[in-house]
């Protein structure tokens, strides 16, 4: 007996993408009418979702530095290494210490690009040094949070024809598709 198909249902009507707004807002046709949609909220909210079912996935495949990523200036937290650790369990992560003040990074989870590595690294870091009492699920979403607002296209960024399709189709799929990660419609 083969298993049924998925059905997927979507909390937004199919759209046709007509233009892009002053390189900040994708229009676009549904059967209720015109949609004016924010891109940076958009990604966000698809980038987002991503990075939560990444992190869900606890078989990432990892990948290995070629030269360690070294996180300087960090004295007053090196004594919470453990903790540190603890909460960057659920992201496969894991420092060393290296010195009174610098910690190292050898590997990361693929998903997480290069260029958003030291940054998501820093923000929980930047946690632990404001001694933030918050609970690893709140910190885990604002860190989501974070990480998917930087790797979302920004305001005044144009877009092609088919990234804007491409990024509706994406919003249309997410499980929340009405609000990016901070609220914003």
């Known amino acids: 007996m083969t298993p049924e198909p998925e059905v997927i249902t979507y909390k937004i009507e199919p759209l046709k993408v007509l233009s892009q707004l002053s390189g900040n807002y994708i229009l676009a046709q549904g059967d209720a ?3 004016i949609i924010d ?3 958009a990604m966000e909210r698809v980038r987002y979702e991503y990075y939560q079912n990444k992190l869900l996935n606890r078989d990432v495949p990892m990948q290995d530095f070629l030269i360690p990523m070294m996180i300087e ?3 007053n937290i090196i004594n919470q290494l453990a903790k540190i650790n603890d909460a960057f ?3 496969n992560i894991e420092l060393e210490s290296f010195g009174d003040d610098t910690l190292v990074l050898r590997s990361v989870p693929v998903w997480i690009e290069d260029n958003e590595v030291k940054e998501f690294v ?3 870091l930047d946690m632990f040094e404001a001694d933030k009492k918050i609970r690893e699920e709140d910190m885990r979403r604002s860190v989501i949070a974070t ?3 930087h790797s979302s296209v920004r305001f ?3 877009m092609s024809m088919d990234e804007m399709m491409t990024l509706v189709e994406q919003l249309r799929q997410c499980e929340q598709p009405f609000h990016c990660p ?3 419609p």
Do not use: T
Request: glycine share 12%.
């Open 39 to 41: 891109q940076h909220a």
């Open 122 to 124: 820093n923000e929980v």
């Open 89 to 91: 369990a659920s992201f």
């Open 33 to 35: 009418g015109l949609y």
């Open 73 to 75: 200036g960090r004295k």
């Open 182 to 184: 901070h609220g914003r």
């Open 156 to 158: 005044n960024e144009y």
């Open 147 to 149: 990480l998917a607002c």
